[in-house]
């Protein structure tokens, strides 16, 4: 028996699981979609909505209990071999919370295996609804927490990010004023993640949150050596009496990605046909698992083209903003924290074993693809075709040939830059050399929007990533991965590459059958924390002690090599000729194994954007003034 791995993603509109193998390949995926699946808890686009105004923006928590029922039916009928299964992490939507009931441990140890889930831990729950990452009806929180702290940027590097009304922290301080019987009732407060977490191992025992994903909750201190739920936040939210209790409800911090929690429910095993041997690993946020999917190393990015846009950049030192957020590396062996020396009295058993601590920074634009669409529909009778002419009509033809029409499209409230508003496009007068800047309500001609609206947007892109990495306009990425809806248009890679100056790349997969590469079209989350499990297990079944302690990149570098030796060795029995061969793999411009590039930048091109770029900060600091100055 090979053993096999399961990730599973609890997102906003589905619960995905995803089947690898051993050397991490991905077999099969299902999911639960929870508007189609589940539609009597009458959710759209997976949540419910408030009274209009107030902001709210949740999800039943039954709907993820029942969701974990429906998916492990599903696998039945799709006949995993989940006897195989050998490993098993879960990746939640970050900063959404979960309140345990003073019962939750005992009806957690005790599940029958004759009955689900849904009808025995409808009373584990002290809050019946998740605050979802959309909510924003704690923006007084905000204030008085940012207040407290000493404003955004302290508050940020604090904790990694300044406070946003989805982090956990605020959620938990309007909870607790709006609720505090209900507050008072909750034995403990888990991130989505380790909520799952806690319903696979199902022992009583509450799992604790992944540091990484703590990072998200504007509550744990990533600023000092020994990290910890910060002091200060606390008695912030919840007074200096019930700050303990706080403290307490949050619990304990998983610093090791890969740490066995325990292993799967015994009510897995006889009600599904689980293994008891399957380990659990902590799950992580889901954006920390996009992340891990790629395994990016310092330098490296991720572009992800959604409906918002979301830019995670891989660093080795921590680089806390205002603007943007910093999180811990979700699969690192971390140094021992305050709370752990706490509670061992000294440093804990993995000290000497960890690696120095690993980073990320993520940026997150509201105005991502639907702005995009909306120039496509305006000016191109939407069609993504036509736009991807218009763009290639106008590309840089040489380095000189510098920006001289750029706008910013914010027609929702920007995060970044923080609440910029409206829409402004700027064209330069001059033909040589840098004239007079001047607003404008069209660009000339009008067709030049679809060009504009991604060299900005990506111009963002650059300044900030180059912020992130030392801070200076030449500091670039050495690639970025890209990936949702708009990285399938190749001329969207083809300028991203050419603004950021790197090489565009995207995950493809080896089709036997086939006999070629193909896009790998799964779901990177539910992937990524399959890895994580496998690496998990891994670790814990190894003997050497070199094993036991294996950096996750280090195993993933392993498994992708066994892939590589499987797919060649397949190709030589297939008896393909070498010339057959050689065009397969050329057919798909490989990096490394499972990494084609899909855009190479342009040197000329990519020269005409760095002198631009100081043209474009200007700008963009002028439209943030004057769509203020209109908002007035
Ligand atoms: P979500 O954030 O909901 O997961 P997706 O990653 O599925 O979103 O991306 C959906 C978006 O992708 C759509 O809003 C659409 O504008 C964009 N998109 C899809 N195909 C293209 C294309 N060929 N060119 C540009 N954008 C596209
Ligand atoms: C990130 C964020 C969203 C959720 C989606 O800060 O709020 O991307 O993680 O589940």
Redesign the pocket.
Same mark, same amino acid.
């Given at each position: 028996m090979r053993p096999l791995f399961l990730g599973l993603d609890s997102? &906003?509109q589905a619960l995905k699981a995803s089947l690898l193998s051993n050397d991490l390949s991905v077999l099969s995926e299902v999911e639960v979609r929870f508007d189609r699946d589940l539609p009597h808890f009458g959710t759209r686009g997976g949540t419910l909505s408030g009274p209009p105004e107030s902001g709210i923006v949740y999800s039943p928590v039954m709907l993820l209990v029942e969701a974990l029922d429906l998916l492990l039916e599903k696998v039945k009928v799709n006949r995993w071999p989940v006897q195989d299964i050998r490993g098993v992490s879960a990746a939640? !939507? !970050? +900063?959404?919370s979960v309140y345990w009931s003073l019962q939750a441990s005992s009806l957690l140890a005790k599940v029958n295996p004759r009955s689900d889930l849904t009808s025995q831990l409808r009373h584990a729950f002290s809050r019946q609804e998740i605050p979802n990452? !959309?909510d924003s009806s704690t923006t007084a929180e905000c204030g008085q927490l940012e207040e407290a702290l000493g404003g955004a940027a302290k508050l940020a590097e604090l904790t990694g990010s300044r406070a +946003?009304t989805?982090f956990t922290g605020p959620q938990i301080m309007r909870f607790m004023k709006e609720k505090p019987k209900d507050y008072e009732r909750t034995s403990r407060i888990s991130l989505v993640s380790s909520f799952i977490t806690s319903l696979l191992c199902l022992d009583g025992e509450i799992k604790g949150i992944d540091e990484s994903d703590a990072c *998200?909750m504007n509550m744990w201190n990533m600023s000092t050596p020994e990290r910890g739920w910060d002091h200060s936040v606390l008695m912030a939210i919840a007074g200096r009496r019930g700050s303990k209790a706080l403290e307490e409800k949050l619990g304990r911090v998983e610093s090791d990605g890969g740490r066995v929690v325990g292993t799967i429910g015994s009510w897995f095993v006889q009600r599904h046909g689980f293994s008891p041997e399957c380990v659990v690993c902590p799950g992580t *946020?889901?954006?920390p698992a996009t992340f891990l999917s790629f395994s990016l190393q310092k330098g490296e990015g991720l572009v992800s083209l959604g409906t918002?846009d &979301?830019v995670l950049v891989s660093t080795s030192t921590y680089n806390p903003d205002a603007e943007y +957020?910093a999180f811990f590396h979700p699969a690192q062996i971390g140094s021992p924290m305050s709370q752990e020396k706490k509670a061992t009295g000294s440093a804990k058993n993995n000290a000497g074993k960890v690696q120095k601590m690993r980073y990320f920074n993520?940026l997150?634009y509201k105005n991502g693809s639907l702005a995009r669409e909306r120039i496509r529909d305006d000016y191109f009778d939407s069609s993504w075709d036509t736009f991807n002419q218009a763009v290639e009509a106008s590309r840089p033809k040489d380095a000189h040939d510098v920006l001289r029409q750029t706008g910013f499209w914010w027609p929702k409230p920007e995060i970044i830059p923080d609440d910029a508003t409206g829409v402004h496009k700027y064209i330069d007068s001059v033909e040589v050399n840098r004239g007079q800047t001047h607003k404008v309500t069209d660009f000339d001609p009008p067709s030049r929007n679809a060009s504009a609206i991604l060299e900005s947007q990506m111009m963002s892109f650059r300044s900030r990533a180059s912020a992130i990495l030392g801070g200076k306009d030449e500091c670039k990425l050495d690639r970025v991965f890209a990936t949702g809806g708009a990285a399938s248009n190749s001329t969207i890679c083809s300028v991203m590459a050419d603004v950021l100056g790197c090489n565009v790349c995207k995950p493809v997969k080896y089709v036997a059958e086939e006999a070629r590469w193909k896009n790998a079209d799964y779901n990177v989350c539910s992937v990524a924390v399959g890895y994580k499990a496998a690496w998990s297990w891994y670790r814990h079944t190894s003997r050497e002690e070199h094993d036991m302690w294996i950096p996750f990149d280090d195993f993933f570098k392993k498994c992708s090599e066994q892939r590589a030796s499987k797919r060649k060795a397949m190709v030589k029995t297939s008896g393909m000729a070498k010339e057959e061969e050689s065009n397969v793999v050329d057919a798909m411009d490989l990096l490394e194994e499972g990494v084609a590039i899909v855009a190479r930048p342009d040197a000329q091109r990519s020269q005409a954007y760095t002198y631009s770029i100081d043209w474009w900060k200007a700008l963009e600091d002028r439209a943030l003034g004057e769509g203020r100055e209109l908002a007035k």
């Open positions: 997102s &906003t939640g !939507q !970050q +900063h959404a990452w !959309q +946003h989805r *998200g *946020g889901d954006n918002s &979301t +957020h993520m997150v």
